[in-house]
C-alpha cells in the first residue's frame, strides 16, 4: 500500500520562501514511473493543481504560481518538492501531493502566508 507523507509547511511573512517535500512510501507503484502533482486547498475554496511533474520530469504550473514555484523530484528518494518563493497571502491553504491519474494522496500540510 503506497502512503505519501507531506512535510514543509508552516507559517511565513508575504515575500518569504518555503520547500515542501513529499516522501512516498510502501509497495504498489513504481515511484520513477508515475507523474506526480501538488494540489492546494484555500480556505473556502475548491481543491485546485498548482504544479505537475512527469515521471520525465516534465513540469506543469498554474498561472497563479508561474514563475514563483518549482516542482521537482528525486527517484532515487522517492521524493517530490515544491520550492515556493514569493509567497503571497493568496498561497495560503492545504497543500496536498497526488500520484497523479490515482487517487493516492497525501494527509496535506497547512501553508499560512500572513504578516
Known amino acids: 500500500q503506497v502512503q505519501l507523507v507531506e512535510s514543509g509547511g508552516g507559517l511565513v511573512q508575504p515575500g518569504g520562501s518555503l520547500r515542501l517535500s513529499c516522501a512516498a512510501s510502501g509497495a504498489g507503484i513504481i515511484f520513477s514511473n508515475n507523474p506526480m502533482g501538488w494540489y492546494r486547498q484555500g480556505p473556502g475554496k475548491q481543491r485546485e493543481l498548482v504544479a505537475g511533474?512527469?515521471?520525465?520530469?516534465?513540469?506543469y504550473y498554474s498561472d497563479s504560481v508561474k514563475g514563483r514555484f518549482t516542482i521537482s523530484r528525486d527517484n532515487a528518494k522517492k521524493t517530490v518538492y515544491l520550492q515556493m518563493n514569493s509567497l503571497k497571502p493568496e498561497d495560503t491553504g492545504v497543500y496536498y501531493c497526488?500520484?497523479?491519474?490515482?487517487?493516492?494522496w497525501g494527509q496535506g500540510t497547512l501553508v499560512t502566508v500572513s504578516s
Open positions: 497526488k500520484v497523479q491519474y490515482t487517487e493516492i
Open positions: 511533474i512527469t515521471s520525465g520530469s516534465s513540469t
